[in-house]
């Protein structure tokens, strides 16, 4: 199947594309691994994002109490302006800015010469209009990197000045072959800047940091409502509904839980390396996966912690027999297809597993060759894998394979609407949410079973029950 649908391309195109595109072993064999991380073939519309869109719009935009510049023209700004749903605390214009855009609006001018003093000029503005805002963070986009303008002599003497970190982040979108890039550049300026700068009066043995959860409809807060139950205290919350101050001290936590590993793994090796801080990976999607994550986390701990998590998971668990109960019979034996970003295609399979629902196909728009190592323990056996497809790819797989529900990005949700198949939308939950932890599963289940089942459907066809 994979081979007739590359067969679509020019010979060198198919080439190219047939290392990216593989039947699963979860054995992690060699040839069925899968090539990644490598630039788009040109002429595709990728879906990947650049390498601002990483940092701005996944690491540093939920930053709440932080104002964060997208530095250059308005259309960059404005098309990831609130876009990610990432829910905080606060008062808006106050003490929390994360719905709000602040743009330099470069202009041809600026391109001519050059923004620097314009730059100086807005984070004055800045610390005078919205005094309790604890620093700045500088997103640079293309045009700054192209005509060498010298962010970081700015945030310089802006920070001495204005008394408060302003952190120049160099994510031009340019960089690098997707927002991987991205991530990896807003980490090291938290690293480079922020992290280990600010200490604390109270610390226990129970301290915790959540990393790479953007608190998505609520995820984190889901999240930390798990680790609370378990009786431990979280002290920050990277980036998600988290603050300047948390980040500054999260090198004092006794353990580092990741969630997202591709865009945050770099923090938590750095916290290794400098302050010796353990980590690990949790996944709370879906009762199975919570309660192995729970587990897990528990034993880096004492006995207090292990009993208060067997506890918590005895209490959960008749939400979770009841979620089933209602769910399954209506989803059992539906098959899904996905494709997200660097961690839901593997993250997601449990709770799908969970309502008796099958994955025929995933893919990644940005990860590595270790997310894919990974996921091919978590697949059966020739479920297909697909690093970066193009649409026509994507298309044509599901008219292959014949998915019973389309998980992924807004960029593909019409083109399947319009196939006649039930999707979802799975980077921001589709204006829903959460999806994380004990009542996120009854949001993930009860959404699923509206996207399966509405009888909207029953007014379409997809276009292979008309083919012959």
């Known amino acids: 199947m994979i081979d007739d649908v590359l067969a679509g391309y020019p010979a060198k195109a198919a080439k190219f594309r047939a290392k990216h595109v593989k039947p699963n072993d979860p054995t992690g064999s060699k040839e069925c691994e899968v090539k990644s991380n490598i630039k788009s073939r040109p002429g595709v519309m990728t879906v990947r994002g650049c390498a601002y869109a990483g940092s701005k719009g996944v690491v540093w935009g939920p930053i709440k109490d932080m104002v964060h510049i997208s530095h250059g023209p308005v259309g960059c700004g404005q098309y990831s302006w609130a876009s990610r749903r990432n829910y905080s605390h606060g008062t808006r214009g106050v003490d929390n800015f994360v719905t ?11 391109i001519v010469f050059g923004g620097d003093k314009k730059l100086a000029v807005i984070c004055k503005e800045i610390a005078e209009l919205f005094p309790l805002a604890k620093g ?3 997103q640079s986009e293309c045009p700054i ?4 303008d010298d962010i970081d002599a700015v ?17 031009e979108g340019f960089r690098g072959v997707s927002q991987s890039l991205g991530h990896h550049i807003a980490n090291d300026a938290i690293r480079d800047i922020v992290l280990g700068t600010r200490d604390t009066t109270r610390q226990t043995a129970y301290d915790v940091a959540l990393i790479g959860d953007y ?3 609520g995820d984190a807060w889901a999240s930390r409502r798990i680790l609370e139950d378990m009786g431990l205290r979280v002290v920050a919350q990277w980036s998600g509904d988290g603050t300047l101050n948390e980040l500054s001290t999260s090198h004092l936590a006794k353990l580092n839980l990741i969630h997202c590993y591709r865009s945050m793994n770099y923090i938590c090796t750095t916290m290794e390396e400098r302050f010796g801080t353990p980590w690990t990976e949790f996944n709370f999607f879906g009762p ?3 309660i192995e994550s729970m587990r897990k986390i528990a034993s880096f701990f004492d006995d207090t912690i292990k009993e208060k998590t067997e506890a918590a998971i005895a209490s959960y668990q008749p939400l979770f027999d009841l979620v089933r109960n209602e769910y399954r019979p209506r989803l059992e034996g539906k098959r899904v297809m996905l494709l997200v ?3 839901r295609p593997r993250h997601t399979i449990g709770a799908y597993e969970d309502l008796g629902m099958e994955i025929i196909g995933t893919g990644y728009e940005f990860a590595h060759k270790d997310d894919y190592s990974r996921t091919n323990p978590e697949l059966g056996e020739g479920v297909v894998i697909y690093d970066d497809p193009s649409a026509y790819e994507l298309e044509e797989f599901a008219r292959r394979l014949k998915p019973d529900l389309m998980g992924a990005g807004v960029k593909e949700k019409y083109v399947f609407h319009k196939m006649g198949l039930p999707f979802r939308q799975m980077h921001s939950w589709d204006y829903s949410g959460p999806y994380h932890g004990v009542d996120g599963f009854a949001v993930f289940a009860r959404d699923m079973d509206i996207a399966i089942n509405s009888p ?3 007014l379409f066809q997809a276009p292979w029950s008309t083919a012959a």
């Open 136 to 138: 700045i963070s500088i």
């Open 100 to 110: 709000f855009q602040f743009t330099s609006d470069f202009q041809e001018r600026d």
């Open 215 to 217: 608190n998505i409809g």
């Open 155 to 171: 945030a310089r003497e802006a920070s001495k000045e204005l008394d408060m970190p302003v952190v120049p982040v160099k994510c």
């Open 288 to 290: 199975t996966k919570i």
């Open 145 to 148: 990197g192209l005509i060498g």
């Open 456 to 458: 909207t459907w029953n």
């Open 341 to 343: 970003g660097g961690l």
